[in-house]
């Protein structure tokens, strides 16, 4: 509670207030770093961090983001948003200079929502509903709730042109699991079988039988989480150097 009361005061005083005023952690702890993530998370969520060009990140807009749900149906979020993300709790974080990898355990509500197309031609889904071209443009929602992430990725140490040292996330470099513990909740309008509106139908299929198709409809969105968590708290790291927020000089590890 004293790290989240003196984060959210120093907002108020601007850049060098903030990154000044942050706990510092052993590289080695573990356990420290863990409680620094979940407040930086959890205060930044709704406001950001404008000093450091960091916008807030719930909820978080989305654009043109798509995902193929295992050769069934393509789906792109034309115009949405992602909610939950600042509320995510963190039971692990674990950092590892020397070999250079880091992961984190987090259990979420996630909700996204927002203006969607979809489109599929799979044998499955027109044995499913009578043998015709299914499509979707309309109004989605996905709500999962309890959702367990595992994340890990692969660290890097650099260095500026100033002399300032970073730990940070090497982008590209993401391998996520998932696994849902309480209830996976559809929502849709304009789904369309031929000339037929089958939005009903589809999505009371999909409640009906959510944990069913939890892997296939949920895994992709849920990889999308994970990235979204990455890289939000990515951007936090990148642009704060490690001296204010861990004790350790990190030059040693600085591979670039």
């Known amino acids: 509670m004293l790290r989240v009361l003196v984060l959210s ?3 108020i005083f601007g850049d060098a207030s903030f990154v000044s005023s942050l706990p510092k952690c052993s590289v080695r702890d573990n356990e420290c770093q863990r409680e620094l993530l979940q407040t930086v998370i959890s205060s930044i969520g709704k406001t950001g961090v404008k000093e450091l060009g960091i916008p807030p990140i719930d909820p978080l807009e989305l654009k043109n983001v798509s995902v193929s749900v295992a050769d069934l149906l393509d789906i792109t979020l034309v115009d949405g948003v992602v909610k939950g993300v600042k509320d995510c709790e963190i039971h692990k974080m674990v950092t590892d200079v020397e ?25 499955l889904v027109k044995s499913l509903f009578g043998g015709d071209f299914v499509r979707g443009d309309g109004f989605g929602k996905v709500k999962v709730e309890k959702i367990r992430l595992h994340i890990e990725f692969k660290l890097k140490v650099t260095k500026d042109a100033k002399g300032e040292v970073y730990l940070a996330g090497d982008d590209g470099q993401i391998k996520s699991k998932f696994e849902i513990l309480g209830n996976l909740v559809f929502a849709a309008d304009n789904i369309f079988l031929g000339n037929e509106d089958v939005s009903d139908v589809v999505v009371r299929m999909l409640n009906e039988n959510g944990k069913s198709f939890a892997p296939f409809f949920g895994g992709p969105f849920m990889e999308k989480t994970g990235e979204f968590v990455y890289n939000i708290t990515g951007k936090f790291f990148k642009v704060v150097p490690a001296r204010f927020y861990i004790k350790e000089d990190l030059s040693e590890y600085v591979t670039e």
């Not at 250079?100 to 259990?107: Q, R, W």
């Not at 203006?115 to 031609?121: E, G, I, L, N, Q």
Request: hydrophobic share 30%.
């Open 9 to 11: 005061s120093i907002f």
């Open 99 to 123: 070999s250079g990898i880091s992961s984190m355990d987090l259990t979420c509500d996630i909700t996204v929502k927002g203006h969607y197309k979809a489109t599929s031609s799979s044998p």
